[in-house]
């Protein structure tokens, strides 16, 4: 049987989406990555997964907002919720928000709902729709500056 997974193909040859030989060998995978390029008081945690992640990262570089922290989510299920609980722990008093690029009812968000967090996430991506692309560059390209100028504001 042939599977075919459909995925952006953007990070194949993205400088920042790399593993040494080492981390491939001996590595593993990871559920979450918290960030590690932070300040001492963090005020926004953003959660994300896939390629947005890089977008978000390269914004902060731009910014040099090591007031904000970018945790990835690598597994969507099962939830390690034990490491989100210790990401809560770790940036108390933080807002913390899922970012996306789907629509608001699509992808992750959610999934998202199924869980009783014991903090609120707040939602930065596209407003529902029914359709998974507006069909014009322009306006995909001004909604995703709005999500990053959202997520860094």
């Known amino acids: 049987m042939i ?3 459909m995925t952006p193909k953007s990070l194949l040859r993205h400088p920042k989406c790399v593993s040494t030989i080492d981390e491939l060998a001996t ?3 990871q559920e979450l990555i918290d ?5 001492n008081k963090v005020r ?3 959660f994300c997964t896939g390629k947005i992640y890089y977008e978000l990262l390269a914004e902060k570089e731009a910014k040099n907002a090591t007031d904000i922290a970018i945790v990835r989510i690598e ?3 099962p939830l390690p ?4 609980d210790e990401i809560f722990a770790k940036y108390e008093g933080a807002e913390f928000c899922w970012v996306q690029e789907e629509s608001k009812n699509q992808g992750t968000w959610l999934h998202l709902h199924r869980y009783d967090f014991p903090v609120k996430l707040t939602y930065i991506g596209r407003r ?3 359709s998974p692309a507006t069909g014009f560059k322009k306006v995909h390209d001004a909604e995703q500056a709005e999500i990053l100028a959202k ?3």
Do not use: I, P, R
């Open 3 to 5: 599977k075919t997974v």
């Open 27 to 29: 590595g593993n995978f």
């Open 35 to 39: 960030d590690n390029n932070v300040a």
């Open 44 to 46: 926004k945690v953003l």
């Open 75 to 77: 597994q969507l299920y």
């Open 81 to 84: 919720e034990w490491k989100l």
């Open 128 to 130: 529902s729709s029914a």
């Open 151 to 153: 997520s860094f504001e």
